[in-house]
C-alpha cells in the first residue's frame, strides 16, 4: 500500500487526490478528494497567456493542497497540468509558483498522456472484457480515448466547456444562432477525434469530469450532489438531450436554483452539456456510464 497525492490541474478547476494504493488488488482508497474552481484557462483562448488574477487563485488552492498533502503524510506526490498551462505564453510564471509551494514541478503534458491516465482511472475498476470509449470533456479540450485493458486510440481536440463559451459568449439564454455555432466548432472537432479514434464501433461510453457528473445530477433529480448516486450512473441520450436543452434555454439566475450546480460552473455547464450531447449523437451511444474516478485516478495509479 503506497499513500500518494495526485493533482490534476485544467483549465476550469484544480483537484486533489491523496489516497492509498495497493497495486496487488487494482484498489484505491481515497483519503481526501476535493476540487477547486480556480479558471486558470481565463482569457487564454484569446490572449495566449495566463491571466495574473487566474495564476494567483490557483497558487491559493495549491497552498490549501500543500496543507492537506501535509497532515495526510502522502509519500510521493505529482502534479499534472493539463490544456491551460499547455497554451499559455507564460507557463514558466505558473512553474515557478507551484515548485515553490509545493515542492514539485508541474508536468504540462501531452493530450495523449492525458487520455491514458483519464482511461485507466475511469476503467481500471469496471473489471469488464469489454471495448470502452472513454471521453474526457474539460473545460479547454476534450480527451477520446478507445481500449479495452490498455489505450488502443487517443486524441485530444480543443472543445471544452470554458473554451466553447469564452468563443462564443451565449446569452442569458443562449441564442439559436450561438447554439447553431458551438454545435458547428463541436462538430469540427469531432471530425478530427474521428481521423484518430473509431468513434462510431459499439462500445461502451464511458463520460468523465465535471460537465458529465453534473448532467448525471440534474438527470438523477439529486437535490445535493451525491457522488456515490452518480459514480457509474447510466444515463440516457434523451435525458442528456432533456437537461441540454434545460441548461441552454435557462437564465444565469435559474441556473443558480439548480442544486446540484457548482457556482464556477453556471456560466460554463451548457456548453460541456452541447459537447456530450454532441458526442452522443455522433457515436449514436444510448448511454453513458458516468465515472467519478477519471485523469485524478490515473494520475494517482501512475505514482503508485
Known sequence: MTRVAAIDCGT???????????????????????????????????????????LERTFAACREYAAVIKELGAERIRFVATSASRDAENRDDFVRGVLDI??????????????????????????????????????GST????????????????????????????????????????????EAALDLAEQSVPLREPRTLVGLA????????????????????????????????????RLLASTHEERTRIPVLHPGRIDVIAAGALVLLAVMERTG??????????????IAWSVA
Open 12 to 54: 476550469n478547476s484544480i483537484r486533489l487526490l491523496v489516497a492509498d494504493a495497493d497495486p496487488a488488488t487494482g484498489e484505491i482508497t481515497d483519503l481526501d478528494r476535493r476540487m477547486t474552481i480556480v479558471r486558470l484557462g481565463q482569457g487564454v483562448d484569446r490572449t495566449g497567456r495566463l491571466a495574473p488574477e487566474a
Open 102 to 139: 509545493l515542492g514539485v514541478e508541474p508536468e504540462v503534458i501531452s493530450g495523449d498522456q492525458e487520455a491514458e491516465f483519464s482511461f485507466t482511472g475511469a476503467t481500471k475498476e469496471l473489471h469488464a472484457d469489454s471495448q470502452y470509449l472513454v471521453v474526457d470533456i474539460g473545460g
Open 143 to 186: 480527451e477520446f480515448v478507445v481500449g479495452s485493458r490498455t489505450v488502443e486510440a487517443a486524441r485530444s481536440v480543443d472543445i471544452g466547456c470554458v473554451r466553447m463559451t469564452e468563443r462564443h459568449h451565449p446569452g442569458d439564454p443562449a441564442t439559436p444562432e450561438q447554439i447553431a455555432a458551438i454545435r458547428a466548432d463541436i
Open 210 to 245: 465535471g460537465s458529465v457528473t453534473t448532467v448525471a445530477a440534474i438527470a438523477l433529480g439529486l437535490t445535493a450532489y451525491d457522488s456515490a448516486a452518480i459514480h457509474h450512473s447510466r444515463i440516457s441520450h434523451d435525458q442528456v438531450a432533456a437537461v441540454t436543452e
Open 285 to 298: 451511444a444510448r448511454e453513458v456510464v458516468v465515472s467519478e474516478h477519471d485523469i485524478l485516478d490515473g
